[in-house]
Structures are given as structure tokens and as C-alpha cells.
């Protein structure tokens, strides 16, 4: 390529240009990207229709609440026509069925409509928005705290919340405020099973027999925050879990407040004094495990790891160890101030000068389609042909999120998947607009001679839009 500039600023740290952006900033590509950190409440997604995760729950525990009183009343009345009584009224005191469609489960039809509403809201920020690089940063801290919609149950209908309310206020904030933004929120507390975590010595554990439950404590630490080399011990995980303890989410049948909101169970708390990385903390509840999360956020292991997953996620997979310090040091000195540490990384030399070689993931991949070429996918089809390229939005295989390394997206299937969205692309948009036009719009100076000379030699148009989706400039970044 003879300028990569442009390619990188619109590619590596945005989601693929629309026609004529290559010329618009050619003048300034990185003032282009160091512009869209300037206001952090864009990355915000906010609309009257989309609602709080905690009114979703509430609206999903309580009916399947119902349902379950519903099912009861069903079986005594079975029981009771079996004994020859008359059984009550259909739905009465029940869930009401779904008019025209009495099999249908009302809680799966909240679920799939929650769900949808965020989808679409999250498909058209992506496909239209003039900050892509925000919505690259939401993407990728988005993956790094994932939660999964296979978890299943009421972690499902509320994935899209999550990423609205604990990632996307906190992209360009203090990593602080994210990590305890997460750790509070509802769908991590119940995507790793610590809304059921209680303290075996506990008031609730010594009368329950309930135990112990260390999955958010281990990812906190290997994933989250220290990495898995950041120096603990398995005894530190076993502490932490102790410390979090307590932290759940309030239930249909709880007295206490509303269903699907964060709680503090103190007579689920492991009492005592616990040793986390040379530290003691004991005796403060709640106060324990916010002060422990704090700590976890400016320990140096955090500055490293998060330093290195932002270099190798941007730049490449082995990333220039002098950037990866840089940026570590710049987390420390700001106290994890993520809007100092994005800028560093975007002023960086080693940015700008190491070639475009990251395959750019499925789900990326298929929005700059959408905004490079004019095709619209509905947001059920953009799922549904990131699933097939694997990666199906918001369910990534565990809680370490999605590969970020190359050979995870360019396998032989992942190929000929790409080359058969390729021609559908290529077929749906027809013979406008003219292959090398629109190649010339999209790269500017950054198209290559080699893709240039193959989209000339192109035997018709749509051979020629398969050729330029194909090539090395849409497909890496």
C-alpha cells in the first residue's frame, strides 16, 4: 500500500470507511481518531425503548414467578378431575397465554423482545455511527468483561443492558469505575454463578449447607484484571470468593426490594480476616469486596495486562514491547484513567508504522460491509451471519471473550464462508456502484496496486465487488 494512514485510521481503529471518508481525512488520520475521544458520552447508547436491566429482570423473575404458580395450579387441578372434582378456570390467578398463541411461553416471548430491542439498537450504532472508534472500544472492553447469552436463564434477556450500562458510560472513564460497574452488575453476578456463592460459615450457610462458589473471583483475577501471570495464588482466589460473598441479586420471592437488582446478603457473607495478594481485609461487608475490587484495579499486574490485551487487540498479535510499556505506565500514572491510556496507544509510532496484518473479526467484518458498501443487513441476519463466520453476537465460547488472535477467524471454513457472504453481497448490490470507483472511495491512496490491478481485470462488476471484499485491505486491518 502506498499510505496506510488512512486504512489505519478508518480500519484499525474504526469499523470501515463509508464512500469518500479515505479523502475526507486523508489530510489528518490521526486527528481524525484522537477527535472521537474528545467526548466520551458518545459511546453512550440510550433510547426510550430500551430499557434498565433491572426492570427487565424484575418483569422476567416475576413471570417466571407466575408461570411457576401457574404450572402448580395445572397439576392440582389435573389432579384433581383425576379424583373426579371440577377443575378451576384456565389462567385464572395465572400467566395470561399469549393471544392466538396458547403454547407459547410468556417468559420466552419477554426474553426474545428484550433481546431484539438491544440487538437492533446495537446493529444500527455500529452500521451508522461517525465515532466508530468508540464503538470499537465498547466492543472490545465488551469482550473482556464477556457475559454470554448460552449461560441461558435471566442472564439472557439482559446481556445488551449490561453492555450499556457498566461498559459503554465507562469506555473513555477509569477502569476503576468499569471493573466495579461489572462486578455489580446483575448479569455478570449471575452469568458467574456468585449470586448463588455463600459463605459455608455464614448465618444462610451454616442452616443451608450452601457453598462457596469462586468462579467470578478466578476470572476477576485471571481475566479481568491481574492476568494469568499477575502473581496470585489459588488461595487468593479462594479469599476473594470469601469477600464476595453476599453479592448477589434479589429474587422474585425476596421481601427485601425489587426482583433483579443488586443486594448485599449479609447473612450470606463469610465472616472472618482474609490474606489477597499480602493484604487483610475482614469486618466491613460489603466495604470488604468494594475495597478489594479497587485494589485489583490499580495493582501493577493490572497495568500490564490490560496494557498488553489493548496493544495485541489494535496493533498485532505480538505487539512492540516499548508500546506495551508505554501504555502500562501511563495506566499507572493516571490511575487508570482509559481515555489517557486510548490516547496513548493513538499517538503512538508503532500504531501508525506496523503494517495492517489483524483479520478483522466476523462481526466487524460484516459492518463494514454495511457502511462501505451500501448492503443493510437486518439485525437477526447480522447475527445470523457472524454465527456462521463464528462469532454470534454477545455469546462468546467463556468468559475470556473472543479470540483475538488471527488464525482464530482465517481457518479453511472461515474462508469460504467470507467468500459466500462475499457474493451475496455482491449479488444483492447489483451492478452499482462500479468496482474500482468504490475501491478508490474506500482506500484512497491506502488501495495497493496488486487489488487495484485484480479488480481492473475483473471480468464483470460483481466479480470485481467479490474481488475488493475479499482483499487484503478489507479483510485486515
Not at 140 to 161: E, I, N
Not at 231 to 250: E, F, K, P, S
Not at 421 to 438: M, Q, S
Amino acid at each position: 500500500m502506498k499510505d496506510v494512514a488512512t486504512h489505519i485510521a478508518l480500519r484499525r481503529f474504526g469499523l470501515g470507511g463509508r464512500p469518500g471518508d479515505a479523502a475526507r481525512i486523508a489530510a489528518d488520520p490521526r486527528g481524525y481518531v484522537e477527535a472521537q475521544l474528545a467526548d466520551p458520552s458518545r459511546a453512550h447508547l440510550e433510547s426510550p425503548e430500551l430499557r434498565p436491566s433491572t426492570e427487565i429482570l424484575r418483569e422476567v423473575l416475576l413471570a417466571q414467578k407466575e408461570l411457576r404458580l401457574q404450572r402448580k395450579k395445572d397439576a392440582n387441578a389435573a389432579a384433581s378431575r383425576e379424583q373426579g372434582s371440577s377443575p378451576s378456570s384456565p389462567g385464572q390467578n395465572g400467566v395470561a397465554p399469549v393471544k392466538g398463541r396458547p403454547d407459547v411461553n410468556p417468559v420466552t416471548i419477554l426474553i426474545r423482545d428484550a433481546l431484539e430491542l438491544d440487538l437492533g439498537a446495537r446493529h444500527a450504532r455500529a452500521r451508522d455511527s461517525d465515532q466508530p472508534f468508540l464503538e470499537r472500544l465498547v466492543s472490545f472492553w465488551s469482550a473482556h468483561f464477556a457475559v454470554a447469552l448460552r449461560k441461558g436463564g435471566v442472564v439472557r434477556p439482559v446481556v445488551g443492558a449490561y453492555e450499556r450500562e457498566a461498559i459503554r458510560p465507562n469506555v473513555l472513564g477509569r477502569f476503576a469505575d468499569m471493573l466495579s460497574a461489572v462486578v455489580h452488575h446483575p448479569a455478570m453476578l449471575m452469568y458467574l454463578d456468585n449470586n448463588a456463592s455463600t459463605g459455608p460459615m455464614s448465618p444462610a450457610g451454616r442452616r443451608r449447607s450452601r457453598g462457596l462458589n469462586e468462579n467470578l473471583a478466578r476470572e476477576l483475577m485471571e481475566l479481568h484484571t491481574l492476568g494469568v501471570d499477575g502473581g496470585y495464588t489459588q488461595n487468593d482466589v479462594t479469599n476473594l470468593a470469601r469477600i464476595l460473598t453476599g453479592w448477589t441479586v434479589i429474587g422474585a420471592n425476596e421481601k427485601d426490594g425489587e426482583p433483579g437488582r443488586f443486594k448485599f446478603a449479609a447473612n450470606r457473607h463469610e465472616p472472618g480476616r482474609f490474606v489477597l495478594l499480602g493484604k487483610t481485609y475482614g469486618g466491613r461487608g460489603i466495604e470488604d469486596g468494594e475495597q478489594a475490587i479497587a485494589d485489583l484495579a490499580r495493582h501493577p499486574s493490572t497495568a500490564r495486562h490490560i496494557a498488553r490485551k489493548l496493544a495485541s487487540h489494535f496493533i498485532a498479535d505480538n505487539p512492540p514491547e516499548s508500546l506495551v510499556k508505554r501504555l502500562a505506565a501511563t495506566f499507572r500514572k493516571t490511575d487508570g484513567n482509559l481515555k489517557e491510556v486510548t490516547f496513548e496507544l493513538v499517538k503512538s509510532k508503532e500504531a501508525w508504522a506496523t503494517p495492517p496484518r489483524k483479520v478483522v473479526p466476523p462481526a466487524d467484518f460484516l459492518t463494514s460491509l454495511e457502511r462501505g458498501f451500501g448492503v443493510q443487513f437486518k439485525p437477526q441476519e447480522w447475527r445470523r451471519l457472524s454465527a456462521a463466520l463464528g462469532q454470534p453476537i454477545w455469546d462468546p465460547p467463556s468468559p475470556k471473550g473472543w479470540p483475538d488472535e488471527d488464525d482464530a477467524w482465517m481457518g479453511p471454513a472461515a474462508v469460504r464462508e467470507r467468500l459466500r457472504i462475499a457474493e451475496f453481497v455482491a449479488r444483492r448490490i447489483g451492478v452499482r456502484p462500479d468496482p474500482r470507483a468504490l475501491a478508490r472511495e474506500l482506500m484512497g491512496d491506502a488501495l495497493s496496486p496488486a487489488t487495484a490491478k485484480a479488480i481492473d481485470r475483473a471480468e464483470a462488476a460483481q466479480q470485481g465487488i467479490e474481488l475488493l471484499v475479499m482483499s487484503p485491505e478489507i479483510l485486515r486491518r
